[in-house]
């Protein structure tokens, strides 16, 4: 049965945004809506796998069957991922992981100043990177959005984050960007690629799941 290609399989998947507080108030986040890895842990588990999903702070409910873990902080997430990391056959980092934080988070809410303010930022860790890095025998598919050069740009990518797999969408087409129903792929790994067509994120999940199982039989 098509439904049990995923039996026995643990699979963790991050999903949605990473919000980063500048003080109890305000926050740096980005439009990630969490649908394409809502969509995935929903496609997993139907397919039989074991299903952890680390959330972002996201407006979707959980899919049937899947463990949810949720987070807010790129921090969180890394820590939520390196928990569970080692055990799964599986880790897909969806999550559109804010790229930096504030060096100082205010305890108090920040008073309006002059004409110009200026916040320093530092960088947030890599979640997949530090995940590949750390759990050898796990699979890792990471997410690249692109407007150009998509292969060149998704294949350095899959090399310096150590990944097995990278799934690519040109996000300068509106109909399959940030909160879009539908997403279109292409997905590379060290010896191959294949292009998903443009469907829902539902048939994406479970296409790019089964290019996935493909690649981690024995
Ligand atoms: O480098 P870029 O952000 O384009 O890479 C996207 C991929 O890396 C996605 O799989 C995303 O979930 C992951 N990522 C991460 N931690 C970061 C930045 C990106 O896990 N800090």
Avoid at 63 to 83: H, I, N
Avoid at 142 to 169: C, H, P, W
Avoid at 182 to 210: C, E, H, M, R
Wanted: aromatic letters at 4%; proline letters at 4%.
């Amino acid at each position: 049965l098509p439904e049990q290609l995923l039996s026995g399989k643990k699979i963790a998947i991050t999903a949605g945004p990473t919000r980063e507080a500048l003080d109890p108030v305000r926050y740096i986040s980005n439009h990630s809506s969490g649908k394409m890895g809502f969509a995935l842990a929903a496609e997993a588990a139907r397919m039989g796998a074991e299903v952890t999903l680390i959330s972002g702070p996201v407006n979707l409910p959980t899919p049937a069957g899947c463990q949810r873990v949720d987070v807010t902080s790129a921090q969180q997430m890394l820590d939520a991922a390196l928990a569970v990391a080692t055990e799964q056959d599986v880790f897909i980092g969806c999550a559109a992981v804010a790229d930096y934080r504030a060096a100082n988070v205010a305890s108090q809410k920040m008073k309006k100043q002059g004409e110009q303010l200026s916040i320093e930022l530092v960088k947030n860790p890599d979640i997949i990177a530090t995940v590949a890095a750390q759990s050898e025998a796990t699979f890792v598919v990471g997410f690249a959005a692109e407007t150009q050069q998509v292969e060149q740009y998704a294949r350095s990518k899959l090399a310096a984050k150590g990944l097995d797999m990278i799934a690519a969408n040109d996000v300068s087409n509106s109909s399959i960007g940030f909160n879009a129903d539908d997403n279109a792929l292409t997905v590379f790994w060290p010896n191959g690629q294949q292009a998903i067509a443009q469907a829902s994120k539902q048939q994406v999940a479970a296409q790019l799941l089964q290019l996935i199982q493909q690649q981690i039989q024995p």
